[in-house]
């Protein structure tokens, strides 16, 4: 079965904790992204990759961390730096060039405990 | 201005009604353009991109004019299901990250 797994669905986080949030895909597509949506708003870029072990902040890279050994794993840390976590983050992937459409993951939901 | 923008609506229709979403983007340079529609608490899921010449896909009719860097969406016949939240999306010509919109929210009623 084809596509994105996104793990957990929701993860809860305590005071000062570090959470990863798993990021898969079998669709051999490069580049991947990590995008955080908050109610009401539209999706922001945290980090993005085009390449195994190389990636670039987004809009809001700050309190985050991300790495890409494997092409298909593209892991998001969520550091206790980030002060404002409570967000549902998106995974996406994107293959075949720069001017085509991005398919997402369903998600983890992430919040405070 | 906001990169790309779009009335967050609601947008209330009967059912079997025509409804059409506008968006306008900022970046002269931008090269692709999608319409995504995102369910309530789900992923955003690509609906269409959206070509010069303009393009159909069954009920759904997307339009652009690069002149004026605006947007539409037409969805004729509304469904029920057609019901979410449509996201205006545009590559604003940057290697190949996209920018959103926030979303029109349409809600199609008996």
């Known amino acids: 079965d084809g596509g994105i797994t996104q793990s957990p669905k929701y993860l809860f986080r305590k005071e000062g904790q570090n959470v990863t949030l798993s990021c898969e895909q079998n669709?051999?597509?490069?580049?991947m992204y990590w995008y955080r949506q908050d109610p009401g708003q539209g999706l922001r870029l945290i980090y993005y990759s085009q390449i195994v072990n190389d990636f670039q902040k987004g809009d809001i890279a700050e309190g985050y961390s991300v790495s890409r050994e494997k092409k298909e794993s593209f892991p998001l840390t969520v550091t206790s730096a980030q002060k404002n976590p409570t967000a549902f983050y998106l995974c996406?992937?994107?293959?075949?060039?720069?001017?085509?459409?991005?398919?997402f993951g369903d998600g983890t939901r992430l919040s405070i405990l | 201005r906001k990169e790309v923008e779009q009335d967050p609506g609601p947008f209330n229709v009967p059912e079997g009604a025509t409804v059409a979403f506008n968006c306008t983007y900022s970046?002269?340079?931008?090269?692709?353009f999608f319409w995504y529609r995102q369910d309530c608490r789900k992923e955003p899921k690509l609906l269409m991109s959206?070509?010069?010449s303009g393009n159909e896909d069954g009920r759904f009719t997307a339009q652009l004019n690069r002149a004026s860097q605006y947007i539409s969406l037409l969805i004729r016949d509304s469904k029920l299901s057609d019901s979410a939240t449509y996201l205006c999306?545009?590559?604003?010509?940057?290697?190949?990250?996209?920018?959103f919109g926030t979303g029109t929210r349409l809600q199609v009623t008996l």
């Open positions: 970046n002269s340079a931008s090269q692709s």
């Open positions: 996406a992937t994107g293959g075949g060039g720069d001017y085509q459409p991005q398919h």
């Open positions: 669709l051999n597509h490069d580049a």
């Open positions: 999306v545009v590559n604003m010509g940057t290697a190949s990250k996209l920018t």
């Open positions: 959206v070509y010069s």
